[in-house]
C-alpha cells in the first residue's frame, strides 16, 4: 500500500489502506515499520519542541527580568517653565562645509534668549553632548535648571549651556563618525571661546557633560594631536560605556576605543589635570549596563571617578537609559556643583583639579551633611546657657524635639566607654546641612570651651543622616557632644547609642539552588546599625532575592524608619532599601562588577529600629540571574546561533552526501547543536592558555588574543580597547550555546512561515513553473548583476549591496516555494494509477518529467535554500546599523564614508549569486563537498568573536567561499 510521507508519496509494507480522501482502514495485523518509523519521527518532533519552547522560555524570562525587572522609575521630572529656544551658533564656513549634518546651540528661555540676541555671553560657558540617536533638544533640562537656580545666584553667577547637535547618528552601532564627531566638538569649543573675548577674564575652560556615546566622544577630545588640554578641565558623563562599548559590530569602533585606552591610561599623568565623573543609571539601564561606565585608570587618580547613580546622596535613585538625562535629582546635584565650582571674582569654573575632586566627593561620594567649604569650629560654655547642657550616663539615646525653638546639647562621657566599646552610632532625621556632633576638650573643670567638628564624617541615607565614630581612632576627648537645637521650630528625632561592632556573615545559596534553599539569619541585638556579609557573593552572574523581616516588641516604635543597604567594596553601587517597621522588604541583590580580588565581600547593612528583631533570608532567584546572563553575556547569544545555523548547514551538507537528500531544517538545526563538541574545546584551549608557552607562541604567531579569556579584573581593559570576559562556570557555556539555538530555531520557524506567506502573495503577481530551476540566474545575467552590486555598494554603502543579495537569493527561496504548491496540487489532482508512474507530459523548455519524484527534488531544494537564507540573515543584520545610518544621512551624501563592510561585502555578494543557483544534484556531483566541514570555523567564532562580533562574517564568508566552489568543481 501507499501512504504519504514529507517527501511525497512511499511504499509502506502491507497493514495500513488509505482511501482517496485519505481516510484509513486498520486491519489486525501488528505495526509495520513503517508505523513505528512515523511514531517515532512523531515523538522526535514532540520532544525537539518542548526542549526548544523550554529553551524561548529561558530566554523569554531572562529578556523580561533584563527589561522590566527592576524598580519603578523614582526620578521627577524637570519641566521649563518658559518655552525653550535654541539659538544657532555660527560656525566657521570651513566646519560648516566639512560638517553639513552638524550644528551648535545655545539654549535659552524666555527673558534669556533676549539676553543673548546678540551672542553677547557673561556666563560660565557648560557644552552638553547628546549620544547614540539621541537629540541637541536633550540640553533643555539641564539648561533650563540651571537658569532657575541661577535666579537666586549672589553676584549674578551663571551659566551658559551649550548643545551640540551629531544628527542623532548611530555611534554605538556604527563606529565611523566618531571621529569626525570629535573634530567637530574640538572646532565647537574653539568657536564658544571667541564668544567670550569681550571679557575682560575671559573663560579658559569649558565643561563637558556628555549622555551615553556624547560622554566617550568628549574623552576623545585628548586624542587628537592639535588638541589644547587646557580647554577642557571637567567631563561629567551620563551612562556613557567608557571600559568598552556595549557591541563591537564594526572595526571602526574597535579602533576608537583603543586609541582612548593608550592615551587615558598609558599617558595618565599628563591628563592628572582633567576631571573625569561618570555615572551610571544603574539595573534599569539595560542599554548600557553600569558596570560599562567604570574609568579606566591607574589606581590612586583621584581626579577619575566612576559610580552608579544608586549610591549618589540625595539620589539615590536608578535611571534608564534615556532618564538620566532629566532626573531632577542628579541635574540638581550636577548644578549644586558646578555652582561651587565658579570663582566668584572671575565668574569661571575654577582651574584648579584638587578643589574639583573636593567639590564632586563632596557632593556625589560622600555628602557630610553640611555646605561646601564650612570648616567651623565651635567655642560654646556651659556657663552661658547651663539649662541646654545634657549629660547621657545610658548606653542610647533617644531624642524627640518639640516645636518650639531651644537649644540643646548632649554630652557623652568618653574616657569610660573607650575600653567597652568601638564604636560610638548617631543618627538624625533632621536634614540640615549643618555641623552637629563635636569632640570636647574640658577646660577649668566644668566647662567645655573648646569643640573640635567631627562631622565630616557624616553620611546622608534617605531618611536621616548618620554618623559612625571608631573610638580608636578618636583624639583624646574628654566628651562627644551631639548637638539637638532646634532653631526653626522643625519636628525631629535624635538617635545615639555606644556600640560594640561585629561583623556578622552569612553565605548565599549555591546559583544552581534554583531558589529550592535559602540562607537565613536572625539578627538577636537590639541595636541601631549592623553589618552583614554575604559571603560567596562576588560575581555578576549571582541573583539573589533577599528578605528582611521586621518585628518589634512594642506597637508603636518611635523612630525612623529602617535603611537597607547593599555596599559593594570595590564599586561605587550601593543599593539603598527604605522600610517601615514592622515590615517584609525584598531586595534585588545584583552586582555590576566582579571582585577584583579574593578578600572584598558584598555587605548588607542594617540601620535598624531599636527594640526590634531582623530576620534576613538570602534565596538564588533564577529570573534575576537569567537576566543577568543576558546583560553581561548577550553579544554570545547572536554567536551561538550562528554557530549553531553554520553546524546545521553543515549537517545538512552531510545529509546530501549520504542519501543525496536535504533534511528538514528543523532535524538538521537540532543536530546543529553540539555543546559537546565546541565547548569542550574552548574548554581545552582555556586550559592550554593558563601555560606560559602557549601564549608566547600564540603571541609569536601573531595571532589575535582569545575574546573568551581567562578572569581579570573589572578595571582591565586589553589592548584593543575591549573588556574580556569575566571568568565563566562551566555550566554557562552550554547555557548560553541553548539559548543561541533556540533563537536559531525559532527565528527559522519564523523564516518559514513568511516565506510561506511572501510566496502567497508572490503567487498572485508571478506566473507558477514546475521547474527546480526557477529563480536562478544564467551566467551572463550573474556577471550583469555582479557588476551592478559592485557599483552600487562602491558609490553607496556596502549593506545596501548585501541586502540586494540578499533579496535576490529570497526571491529564489519564494519561486521553489510556489513550484512545491504547483507540483503537489497538480500531484493531488492526477489519477492513483499515475502516481508512481511518470506523467507523458514533458516541457518544451527541457524541464524534468512531471513525477512525485520531481517533488521531492524540489522539496529538497527548499529545505537546502532555507538552510541558507537563515545563514544569509546573520550578515544582513550585522550591516544594518551602517545601512541605517547611511540611510538616515542621504540628505547630505549619497556614500557612506567610510563603510566597514568595504571591501568585504564584494566576495559576499559574489557568493550569495553563486549559491542561487546551488541544488541538491549539483552539490551530490561536486568533488569537493566532502572535505567541507564547519565545526572548526564554529569553534573559532566563539573564541575569537563574541567582543568582535563584526568577525562573525569573516568566519561566514570562509565558510560559505569553499560551498560556493562546490557548485562548480
Known amino acids: 500500500m501507499i501512504s504519504v510521507g514529507s517527501s511525497g508519496w512511499s511504499v509502506c509494507q502491507p497493514g495500513v489502506e488509505l482511501s482517496r480522501a485519505g481516510n484509513m482502514t486498520t486491519d489486525t495485523r501488528p505495526p509495520t515499520r513503517c508505523d513505528l518509523s512515523r511514531k517515532c519521527g512523531r515523538a522526535m518532533k514532540f520532544a525537539t519542541l518542548l526542549f526548544y519552547g523550554f529553551a524561548l522560555g529561558l530566554v523569554a524570562l531572562g529578556l523580561k527580568e533584563c527589561l522590566t525587572g527592576f524598580e519603578e522609575n523614582r526620578c521627577s521630572m524637570t519641566y521649563m517653565y518658559q518655552y525653550p529656544e535654541y539659538r544657532h551658533v555660527p560656525l566657521p564656513r570651513r566646519v560648516t562645509r566639512l560638517y553639513p549634518a552638524y550644528g551648535l546651540y545655545l539654549y535659552g528661555e524666555g527673558g534669556s ?13 557648560v557644552i552638553f553632548l547628546h549620544g547614540n540617536a539621541g537629540s541637541f533638544k536633550q540640553g533643555r533640562s539641564l539648561g533650563s535648571v540651571a537658569l532657575r537656580k541661577a535666579e537666586n545666584a549672589e553676584g549674578g553667577l551663571h551659566f551658559n549651556v551649550f548643545t551640540v547637535d551629531f544628527n542623532g547618528e548611530l555611534v554605538a552601532l556604527y563606529g565611523g563618525s566618531l571621529r569626525r564627531q570629535t573634530h567637530f566638538l574640538h572646532e565647537s569649543i574653539k568657536a564658544i571661546m571667541k564668544l567670550y573675548k569681550h571679557l575682560k577674564t575671559p573663560p579658559q575652560s569649558v565643561v563637558l557633560v556628555g549622555h551615553s556615546m556624547g560622554g566617550v566622544v568628549a574623552r576623545a577630545l585628548f586624542t587628537l594631536p592639535n588638541f589644547n588640554h587646557n580647554l577642557v578641565r571637567l567631563i561629567i558623563t551620563q551612562a556613557s560605556p567608557h571600559l568598552a562599548p556595549v557591541l563591537v559590530l564594526d572595526h571602526y569602533l574597535r579602533d576608537f576605543y583603543s586609541s582612548l585606552r593608550r592615551k587615558w591610561v598609558k599617558q595618565a599623568h599628563a591628563l592628572r589635570n ?9 539595573c534599569r539601564d539595560y542599554q548600557v549596563r553600569s558596570g560599562l561606565i567604570s574609568l579606566p585608570y591607574i589606581p590612586g587618580d583621584p581626579t577619575k571617578l566612576s559610580l552608579v547613580a544608586t549610591a549618589v546622596p540625595r539620589i539615590w535613585v536608578s535611571t534608564d537609559h534615556l532618564s538620566i538625562v532629566w532626573c531632577k535629582e542628579l541635574i540638581l546635584a550636577t548644578l549644586r556643583a558646578f555652582f561651587d565650582l565658579l570663582d566668584p571674582e572671575t565668574r569661571q569654573f575654577t582651574d584648579s583639579p584638587e578643589k574639583t575632586t573636593a567639590v564632586l566627593n563632596h557632593h556625589f561620594v560622600r555628602h557630610p551633611a553640611r555646605m561646601m567649604g564650612d570648616n567651623q569650629e565651635a567655642a560654646v560654655s556651659m556657663q552661658d546657657a547651663p539649662e541646654a547642657w545634657s549629660e547621657v550616663n545610658t548606653l542610647r539615646l533617644a531624642y ?77 576627648f574628654s566628651y562627644l557632644v551631639v548637638s539637638a537645637s532646634n532653631l526653626n521650630g522643625k519636628h525631629f528625632t535624635v538617635e545615639c547609642e555606644w556600640q560594640r561592632q561585629q561583623s556578622l556573615a552569612l553565605s548565599v545559596p549555591h546559583v544552581l ?7 537565613e539569619m536572625t539578627v538577636l541585638s537590639s541595636g541601631l546599625f549592623h553589618t552583614i556579609k554575604l559571603q560567596d557573593f ?8 533577599i528578605n528582611v523581616a521586621s518585628q518589634c516588641k512594642v506597637q508603636k516604635v518611635n523612630s525612623s524608619a529602617s535603611v537597607y543597604r547593599i555596599k559593594v567594596p570595590w564599586f561605587m553601587e550601593d543599593v539603598l532599601t527604605t522600610a517601615s517597621v514592622p515590615s517584609v522588604t525584598e531586595i534585588s541583590g545584583m552586582l555590576h562588577t566582579n571582585r577584583p580580588d579574593n578578600e572584598s565581600s558584598v555587605v548588607l547593612q542594617l540601620h535598624t529600629a531599636p527594640n526590634c528583631q531582623y530576620k534576613v533570608s538570602v534565596r538564588t532567584s533564577l529570573p534575576k540571574m537569567l537576566g543577568q546572563i543576558l546583560r553581561f553575556f548577550v553579544p554570545m547569544v547572536p554567536v551561538y546561533t550562528t554557530v549553531t545555523l553554520l553546524l546545521a548547514c553543515g549537517g545538512q551538507l552531510s545529509s546530501i552526501c549520504k542519501s543525496q537528500r536535504a533534511a528538514s531544517l528543523s532535524f538538521v538545526l537540532c543536530k546543529g547543536l553540539q555543546p559537546h563538541k565546541v565547548n569542550l574545546s574552548v574548554y581545552i584551549l582555556h586550559i592550554l592558555f593558563s601555560c606560559s608557552w602557549v ?10 588574543l582569545m575574546d573568551v579569556a581567562p578572569p581579570i579584573f573589572p578595571d582591565e581593559v586589553r589592548n584593543d580597547g575591549v573588556v574580556p570576559c569575566a571568568e565563566w562556570p562551566y555550566l554557562l557555556h552550554p547555557l548560553l550555546y541553548v539559548m543561541g539555538a533556540a533563537v536559531a530555531y525559532w527565528g527559522s520557524v519564523m523564516l518559514r512561515i513568511s516565506t510561506r506567506m511572501l510566496s502567497l502573495v508572490l503567487a498572485v503577481l508571478h506566473r507558477s513553473s514546475i521547474s527546480r530551476d526557477c529563480g536562478t540566474l544564467r551566467l551572463r545575467t550573474q556577471i550583469f548583476v555582479m557588476i551592478f552590486l559592485t557599483i552600487l555598494g562602491w558609490n553607496t554603502c556596502g549593506a545596501l549591496a548585501i541586502l540586494a543579495a540578499f533579496v535576490l537569493h529570497l526571491y529564489r527561496v519564494l519561486r521553489l516555494q510556489m513550484t512545491e504548491r504547483s507540483l503537489r496540487h497538480i500531484l493531488n489532482l492526477a489519477p492513483r494509477h499515475t502516481k508512481h508512474s511518470v506523467i507523458e507530459a514533458r516541457e518544451c523548455n527541457g524541464l524534468p518529467l512531471l513525477s512525485d519524484l520531481a517533488l521531492r527534488e524540489v522539496r529538497d531544494d527548499v529545505q537546502l535554500h532555507l538552510c541558507l537564507s537563515a545563514l544569509f540573515t546573520v550578515p544582513l543584520i550585522l550591516s544594518s546599523p551602517s545601512l541605517v545610518y547611511w540611510s538616515r544621512n542621504l540628505g547630505y551624501t549619497t556614500q557612506l564614508e567610510p563603510d566597514p563592510y568595504w571591501p568585504y561585502f564584494v566576495p559576499l555578494c559574489f557568493v550569495y549569486l553563486q549559491l542561487i543557483n546551488s541544488n541538491t544534484q549539483i552539490l551530490t556531483k561536486s568533488k569537493l563537498l566532502y572535505p567541507t566541514t564547519f565545526l572548526p570555523l564554529s569553534i573559532a567564532m566563539v573564541i575569537f568573536c563574541p567582543l568582535h562580533l563584526y568577525r562573525v562574517t569573516y568566519f561566514l564568508l570562509g565558510a560559505l567561499a569553499p560551498l560556493a566552489l562546490c557548485c562548480h568543481l
Open 113 to 125: 534668549t533676549q539676553d543673548t540676541r546678540e551672542l553677547q555671553l557673561f556666563g560660565a560657558p
Open 274 to 282: 582633567v576631571t573625569v565623573l561618570s555615572i551610571g543609571g544603574g
Open 400 to 476: 524627640s524635639t518639640s516645636q518650639v525653638e531651644e537649644l540643646k546639647y548632649f554630652m557623652f562621657a568618653l574616657p569610660s566607654r573607650r575600653k567597652v566599646y568601638s564604636h560610638f552610632y548617631c543618627r538624625s532625621s533632621n536634614l540640615d546641612m549643618t555641623s552637629w556632633l563635636y569632640g570636647c576638650v574640658r577646660q577649668n573643670g566644668s566647662s567645655c570651651v573648646h569643640m573640635v567638628d567631627l562631622s565630616k564624617g557624616t553620611e546622608l541615607l534617605p531618611p536621616y543622616k548618620v554618623l559612625s565614630l571608631s573610638l580608636g581612632e578618636l583624639p583624646p
Open 513 to 519: 539552588s534554583f531558589g529550592l534553599t535559602a540562607s
Open 538 to 545: 562576588h560575581e555578576v552572574y549571582q541573583a539573589f532575592r
Open 695 to 704: 601564549k608566547n607562541t600564540w603571541s609569536l604567531l601573531c595571532l589575535p
